[in-house]
Nanobody, 119 residues
Framework: VQLQAFGGGLVQAGGSLRLSCKASRTILSTFIGVDWGWYRQAPGKQRELVASFTNNGRMNYADSVKGRFTISKDNTKKTVYLQMNSLKPEDTAVYYC???????????WGQGTLVTVSS
């Protein structure tokens, strides 16, 4: 398994979750050198990028999650996190992590982790 995403679950609206994505088999220089992203796919919708952490330290967010989600990473653990606060029912989706280098996705898409927000 190249990437392990976990931390999803069922939470009430207004609650919080922290997702983790571990790239344990990736060499450190690669982990640091790629642009990391958290994506989500809701039923019947296309996968969308919700947060990214570029290799030069810039963080970007989709408008729908700005101010509520925070992406971070720990190079020593080769893990990327997504802190999700003030969750809304519309945040319900399968969340995936992946990385991009030179415009291409670096990893195969894994199973993701399901986040369900109840109203």
């Amino acid at each position: 398994v190249q990437l392990q995403a976990f931390g999803g679950g069922l939470v009430q609206a207004g609650g919080s979750l922290r997702l983790s994505c571990k790239a344990s088999r990736t060499i450190l220089s690669t982990f640091i050198g790629v642009d990391w992203g958290w994506y989500r796919q809701a039923p019947g919708k296309q996968r969308e990028l919700v947060a990214s952490f570029t290799n030069n330290g810039r963080m970007n967010y989709a408008d729908s999650v700005k101010g509520r989600f925070t992406i971070s990473k720990d190079n020593t653990k080769k893990t990327v996190y997504l802190q999700m606060n003030s969750l809304k029912p519309e945040d319900t989706a399968v969340y995936y992590c992946n990385a991009r280098r030179d415009g291409d996705y670096y990893y195969n898409w894994g199973q993701g982790t399901l986040v369900t927000v109840s109203s």
